[in-house]
Structure formats: structure tokens, C-alpha cells
């Protein structure tokens, strides 16, 4: 939200710049994520002013240009070269002075003294494009014979400038949402500081307000007072649309609103003034001459001011002539019934609308307007007609015409201010410290609470009605600590803490542990939204069933809570190699979600399931480009092996660990399940082409998925002991195996493992040989064997023992022979 310095000083009279007033608003809690400097014209005409042109004849050197001699209130006048075609003596022109900086668009060019074609020139006579003034470059810009030689451009033209707040405005402060919010927080903040009240909101007067007559009265009908608790409405006629002056202008520039015509600009002017929406109908549009307020069936086709047609749902509410929808109650206007040059006279709107309304319809038809914003969070029924006054006498004053009918204020359900008893104790017991009541009651005057009893043990207050978050005692108290200044509460100098008993094992720190081993081989973490896009599991087979939607989305590829990590990731990949980023390592932690159908309905959150996982991703190269080392993509055993770290890292042996092999299954070209006991704790693999295509990637992407919290289970189950150092030698043997190609190396080493169960320490694959020589269906695999005894050195009869068991084993179970 932005916010002007020059606009907030029509309702404060504060005191501070535009950088201490900064750090006032994010104390107070309206954080200011950017202070910018706002200039109605680039530049502010700094070096330009106005010159007289006291001689101009032809350069004697060029056809098309002209030497002239201009009075710029020096004692000498300046010799100028200009090529326009319309300068003349005794002119009023415009003059950039040497050193002076014009902008362009982007371009900036610096004014210097200098020669052109023999002739001095010592400055510049500037046309209005040249200037940032407009768009025209058919002459230079001509001003009135009355303006004054030498005056500053800026000051001629009475050029603004001021400072521009960007807030992040919380949800919950969307009283907030405008320079008269904003105003009374620094008021608050203002009186607390000093200890009296020196400071109140300067409201804007509209005691002038009066309806010149009652011609054109329209009635209103409100035929859903839930959605449309409050309508207020008048008529103006005999107005003239058309630009609007400067100064408005210039306000709504400044806040990066574009200005229309004067009368749109004057709602806007009131919504970012007041934080009230307003809405404007050309008054023949007003078919039938009355307004209903309803919501039109579903099917019917309503034509937006942006000449969209949208299909309505039978809930959106609809702001209705005789004949049909005009409007989308609290988002936008419609096509046929906006303010053009042609209009004449007005419908003049001020409504408040039902919050949980008007986010439906906005969600669903993709539509974030500035009112549907201030609507969505709640706006100030009461607000209503002090606006609707303010925006009639605005433009009555500035597009002229008359106030054709009285005020006409429909409110049917007028709810009860809400009342809070605020006690001081509870204040005491959330600050942590004890707070004067008469501070108390000074703050929540000042922010519009009304303070009707006072005792000793506290105070009870009506909310003011645009405070729509405040509904608790805890919630006033916020509003005290923020106007009291946080920073003022006192940090006590010990903390009182009980010891809690933690399960074992600690599921974050050995989250952190494995984070930092892959970070030390080279991974990078990522992190991406738990939102993801229904579309990717559509396509990948998955029942609609199973995912967990959310109801009202930001937007389509925000529709579903993530079902696994891989798509998110995928999106990292791709983001990064179109940045020219090839090679990658990288892992995530998240969560995933998914619905499964229960018998019992009467529990419907046991429908739906969240675990933590763990997700890696590989691809390109294993190093970057060097010139010492051969390019080497990355492969599956690269995956394996990052997994199988984790693995031994949490304490889990070798030996617990069973592997399947899979073919391709639409998601992966190929696959392996890793099990450890009777728990599936990972599967890893290449992810196959129509994958790694729906998030346009061409190139391999090795992915592994660990169900973190199966993993978790068996790492509890395990108790990590410390063993010495082997003080005795290891003894290595290898063997030839032919076997069938169907044989996996898993097989060999179980078996091995499962024969020779007390020095064998290792097996390792470490060569693959397959001929047609070998036989059909064969292939060689070459096995290294590590053996080593904690109590002794092994003799080489104890070993080729041992090895006369294993190739036994491998004959008998795998039946292969040794080459």
C-alpha cells in the first residue's frame, strides 16, 4: 500500500521528516518496506526556467536553424543555437541551462556549452517532450506573454514533490488502508510521546453538504441484507466530465494510481483518503431509474468495465438496474454503466458489503481490484455517508452540477457497536510489566475507543466499528503495545523455563545433521510453496480423489497442497538452467498431504494424511568445466550412493538394507525401492522424458524420494556404539563371477553377507564385463572381498576358507561360475 508524506500532512500536523515519520510507522506497526522520492516531473525542471527571446535571426552556417539571444534573468542575455521551426522574437520559452539533466523516457541527456556549426550555444530552448511536460516535438513550448523571464520552471508550474511510503499492511489492518488511517496512528503515537494531546485527525469538512433539489431521486432496494448490510446513494446531474485539475492529479500520481477523468478520480481521491470504496454509474444507464441490490442468477453474462464477460456463479452480488446487472458489488463497475465524456449525470455509491462475499467472487472470477481488497478485509459501515458527502461536494466543485436528490441511506441490519471490559491485570500479565491506566485510556482514545466505565479493575470500551480484528481483550492490548512502543517493554534480566522431555529421536536435529552432510558433498537446499497446480498429478495419472484442494486458491497453480516433492523441485531445476545453471545437486525437506477414503465419517480429518519427506535431484555434470578433468555426467549411482550416506549417517547397518529394481513406470524410466527392515524408506531413480517435460527440462534428472519419518522409525530402533580403531590388517580377495544378466550385485552381496557373518566387513562391485563370447543372457561380474579380524591377524588358510564358502554359496544359489 502507498502512501504519501504530503497527502498525510492534510490530516496531522506532525512534525517529523519523511525518514523519521519512517521509523515512527513501522514501530507502531504499519512496517515501511520502501520510502521513495516522487516527483511530478522527472528531474523536478531542476536548471530549466523562463527565457524571453529578445533577437532571433538565421545561422548564417544552416538552413533549418536559428541563432537567438535570450533574456534568462542574468545580467547578459545567452546565446542559444535552436532548431525549431516556430521560435520568434520576443517569446516566453523554456531554457535548460548549462549542467542542467533532461530525462527522456530511460534517457537522460546533460545540457553543455559547446559549438554548433561555428556558432556559441549556451544553453538549450526546450519543446514540451524534451521536458517530460508531454508528447509533442512539433516546436519548442510557448508560454503565455506573461510569464516572468527568469523564474524557476518547477516554481511556474507549480511542480510537486514528495515522499512515497510503501507499507506491508497486515491482514488484520485494513483500518489502516488509507492516509486517514494512517494519520490517526501518528496522532496516537504522537500524544503518547509527548503526554498530552497535541495532536487530533484533521477531518475534511463536509458541513457545506446540501441537495440543491430532489428531482431525481432513485430508490434502492436491498434484496440480501446479509451481503449488503448498508447502501447509501444520491444523484448529481448537469456535471462536465473531463481531466481533472493538477493537484488531483498529482495526489494519485504520486500513489501510482493513473488519473482518468475528473470524476473517477475523485472516488479514488475519497478511497485512498477516507478507505471507503465509491462507485460511479453513468445515471441513463440506471435503466428504470431504481438500483436493486442482489445476487443475479447463475449463468447470467456480465460485461466488466475491462470488457471481459464473465459468467456468474448465483452468489456473486450484483448491483442491478430494471433490466440487469450493472456492477459486481465491492470489485468492479460494468461496461454499459461507467463514467465517459459523455456523461452528464451520476448514481453516486457508497456501500458496505459482506467480507466472506466478496472474497468468493473475487476468487473466483480472478478479479483483485483496490475495493475488493478493502471489502474482502471489512470496511466501516459507518463510514458510508460521511464519504458519499465528501465525494459530492468534490465533485460538484470540480465537474460542477447540481445534488439532484437527497441522500438516500438504506440500512436494514444496523448491527451493535461491540463492547470489550479490558482488565488491567490481563494487561499486566501479557506485557510483562505494568502499564499507567491513564496511559491506557489516553492510547485507545486516541484510536477511537470509547471508554464507557472505569474501576480499579479495568475498562469497558466499544470497538470502533472499522476495527472489524478486534474481538478479545488480547486484541486491544496489541493495539496499547504498539501505540506504547514495544521497544519500551522490558526485557527482565532472568528467564523462568521448565525442562521438557523431548522423544527420541530428536526429529530436527537429526534433520539439521543430514542437511549439513549433503551440504558438505555439495548439495544445495531448496525450499518451495506447499501450493501447487492440480494439472501436474492429472497428468500423471493421479485420482482427484487423493489430492487435498483448497478451496478458495489464489489461482489455478495454487489449487492443491503438494502430493510430493518432485514437481516443486523440477520447477528449481528448470528455473535454473534457464539461467544458464546446468549442473545441480540439491535436496528439500517439506511436507506432502493427501486425502485416502475412510469408513468412518464421523472423523473427517482421518481422511487426510501428512508426512515428511525428503526429495534429491541430480543432474548435469558431477564438476564443473575444468581443464584437468573430463566432463562426467551424473548418474544413478551418484544418487545411490549421496542416499546410502544418509543412511550409514543415522546408524543403520548395511546389512538391513534390501533393494527392489524396477522398469519404468510413466513417472521414471527406471527405478529401485530401498527397504530397510519391513520399512519402505526411499526410492530413487532416472525420472523418465514425459516427466522431465512438463516442466520443459530436455536434460537427465536423477530424483530420490526418502519417507523421512520411516526412516526416522528405524533410526530409533538403532543404538549407535562406539567401537576402536582395528588394530589388526585387513585382507582383500576378488573373484570372477559369470552369472545370468538377471543377477543383481544386492544378491551377491546378501548371500556373501549372510555366508560369513564375523570377518567379512565389505563387499564391493567393482568391474562389469558383458561379451556374446560369455555366453546368451551373461554377464562377468568382478567382486572384491574385505575381511578383517577384531582380535587377530588372519592367515591366508583362514582366508581362501572363507572364500572357498562364498564361491560355494554363489555356485549353489545364483549358479554361477568362476572365472
Avoid at 465491492?330 to 452528464?344: N, Y
Avoid at 456501500?351 to 478479479?367: E, N, Q, W, Y
Avoid at 572384491?784 to 564361491?807: A, H, I
Wanted: charged share 25%.
Amino acid at each position: 500500500m502507498r502512501i504519501s508524506y504530503n497527502w498525510l500532512k492534510q490530516y496531522a500536523a506532525f512534525t517529523q521528516g519523511p525518514e523519521e515519520l519512517s521509523v515512527l510507522l513501522t514501530d507502531c506497526g504499519l512496517e515501511v518496506e520502501a520510502l521513495e522520492k516522487y516527483e511530478s516531473v522527472r528531474g523536478g525542471l531542476k536548471g530549466v526556467v523562463v527565457g524571453e527571446v529578445v533577437s532571433c535571426k538565421p545561422h548564417p552556417n544552416a538552413d533549418r536553424l536559428s541563432l537567438t539571444l535570450v533574456n534568462v534573468g542574468k545580467s547578459e542575455p545567452l546565446s542559444i543555437v535552436c532548431g525549431a521551426p516556430n521560435v520568434a522574437d520576443k517569446q516566453k520559452v523554456l531554457v535548460a541551462l548549462e549542467g542542467t539533466t533532461l530525462y527522456k523516457g530511460k534517457q537522460s541527456l546533460t545540457i553543455k556549452k559547446t559549438k554548433i556549426r561555428g556558432e556559441a550555444s549556451e544553453g538549450m530552448i526546450c519543446a514540451e517532450d524534451e521536458l517530460g511536460l508531454g508528447d509533442s516535438h512539433e516546436g519548442i513550448m510557448v508560454l503565455p506573454e506573461n510569464a516572468p523571464a527568469g523564474m524557476d520552471a518547477a516554481e511556474y508550474f507549480n511542480l510537486s514533490e514528495d515522499w512515497v511510503y510503501e507499507i506491508g499492511l497486515t491482514p488484520n489492518r485494513i483500518d489502516a488502508a488509507s492516509h486517514i488511517g494512517v494519520a490517526r496512528d501518528i496522532v496516537a503515537v504522537h500524544n503518547h510521546q509527548k503526554g498530552k494531546k497535541e495532536l487530533s485527525v484533521l477531518w475534511p469538512d463536509v458541513s457545506d453538504f446540501a441537495a440543491g433539489n430532489n428531482n431525481v431521486f432513485v430508490p434502492v432496494t436491498i434484496e440480501d441484507p446479509d451481503a449488503c448490510p448498508r447502501y447509501s446513494s444520491l444523484t448529481i446531474t448537469g456535471i462536465t466530465v473531463g481531466e481533472s485539475p493538477g493537484w488531483l492529479k498529482n495526489k494519485l500520481k504520486a500513489i501510482g494510481q493513473k488519473p482518468i477523468n475528473n470524476v473517477v478520480d475523485i472516488t479514488n481521491y475519497v478511497l485512498h483518503e477516507l478507505g471507503q470504496p465509491l462507485h460511479a454509474f453513468d445515471l441513463d444507464a440506471v435503466e428504470g431509474k431504481k438500483v436493486t441490490v442482489k445476487k443475479s442468477p447463475a449463468g447470467t453474462v456480465f460485461e466488466s468495465l475491462d470488457e471481459e464477460k464473465l459468467e456468474l456463479t448465483g452468489h456473486d452480488l450484483m448491483i442491478c438496474n430494471e433490466h440487469g446487472p450493472m456492477c459486481m458489488g465491492g470489485i468492479l463497475g460494468g461496461v454499459q454503466s461507467g463514467v465517459t465524456e459523455h456523461t452528464t449525470a451520476i448514481f453516486l455509491e457508497s456501500a458496505c458489503f459482506d467480507p466472506v462475499t466478496i472474497r468468493k467472487s473475487s476468487k473466483h472470477h480472478g478479479l483483485k481490484t483496490d475495493a475488493s481488497f478493502r471489502f474482502e478485509r471489512g470496511s466501516d459501515p459507518e463510514m458510508t455517508v460521511f464519504a458519499l458527502k465528501r465525494a459530492a461536494l468534490l465533485i460538484r466543485d470540480i465537474a460542477g452540477g447540481t445534488i439532484s436528490s437527497k441522500l438516500n441511506d438504506q440500512y436494514p441490519g444496523k448491527s451493535e457497536p461491540v463492547q470489550l471490559f479490558l482488565s488491567h491485570q490481563r494487561i499486566d500479565t501479557l506485557t510483562g510489566q505494568r502499564i499507567a491506566p491513564k496511559q491506557i485510556r489516553s492510547v485507545l482514545e486516541d484510536l477511537d475507543f470509547t471508554v464507557l466505565s472505569q474501576s480499579e479493575k479495568g475498562m469497558l470500551l466499544i470497538v470502533p466499528p472499522y476495527r472489524v480484528d478486534v474481538t478479545r481483550d488480547a486484541d486491544v492490548i496489541e493495539e496499547v503495545l504498539r501505540v506504547y512502543g514495544y521497544n519500551n517493554v522490558r526485557v527482565p534480566h532472568k528467564m523462568h523455563s521448565s525442562i521438557v522431555i523431548s522423544p527420541k529421536p530428536d526429529k530436527e536435529l537429526l534433520q539439521n545433521v543430514v542437511s549439513d552432510m549433503l551440504s558438505a558433498r555439495g548439495f544445495n537446499e531448496i525450499m518451495n510453496n506447499s501450493l501447487t497446480k492440480a494439472a501436474y498429478y492429472e497428468a500423471s495419472g493421479v485420482d482427484d480423489r487423493q489430492l487435498v484442494f483448497v478451496q478458495n486458491p489464489l489461482s489455478q497453480d495454487l489449487n492443491v497442497l503438494r502430493r510430493t516433492l518432485l514437481y516443486g523441485g523440477l520447477e528449481s531445476v528448470a528455473y535454473n538452467k534457464n539461467r544458464k545453471i546446468h549442473d545441480m545437486k540439491l535436496y528439500e525437506f517439506g511436507k506432502v498431504y493427501q486425502k485416502k477414503d475412510v469408513a468412518d465419517k464421523s472423523h473427517p480429518l482421518k481422511a487426510y494424511n501428512e508426512r515428511m519427506v525428503l526429495a534429491l535431484f541430480l543432474t548435469g555434470n558431477r564438476q564443473p568445466e575444468s581443464w584437468h578433468d573430463k566432463e562426467a555426467p551424473h548418474s544413478f549411482f551418484d544418487l545411490k550412493n549421496a542416499l546410502y550416506a544418509i543412511i550409514r549417517r543415522l546408524g543403520i547397518e548395511k546389512e538391513m538394507i534390501r533393494t527392489k529394481q524396477h522398469d519404468g513406470n510413466g513417472l521414471f524410466a527406471y527405478t529401485t525401492e530401498v527397504v530397510a527392515g519391513d520399512k519402505d524408506i526411499a526410492c530413487i531413480g532416472l525420472l523418465s522424458k514425459e516427466t522431465t517435460e512438463q516442466a520443459d527440462i530436455r536434460d537427465n534428472v536423477f530424483y530420490g524420494l526418502v519417507d523421512w519419518e520411516n526412516l526416522m522409525q528405524v533410526a530409533s530402533e538403532r543404538v549407535l556404539l562406539y567401537k576402536e580403531v582395528p588394530r589388526f590388517p585387513e585382507v582383500r580377495r576378488d573373484l570372477a563371477l559369470l552369472l545370468d544378466k538377471s543377477v543383481g550385485f544386492a544378491e551377491i552381496e546378501r548371500i556373501a553377507l549372510q555366508a560369513e557373518k564375523n570377518i567379512l566387513k565389505e563387499v564391493n562391485l567393482f568391474d562389469v564385463y558383458q561379451d556374446e563370447k560369455l555366453g546368451e543372457n551373461k554377464k562377468s561380474y568382478a567382486v572384491s572381498f574385505v575381511f578383517q579380524d577384531s582380535q587377530k591377524t588372519l592367515t591366508d588358510g583362514e582366508v581362501d576358507k572363507v572364500m572357498e564358502t562364498l564361491t560355494a554359496s554363489f555356485e549353489k544359489k545364483l549358479g554361477a561360475m568362476i572365472r
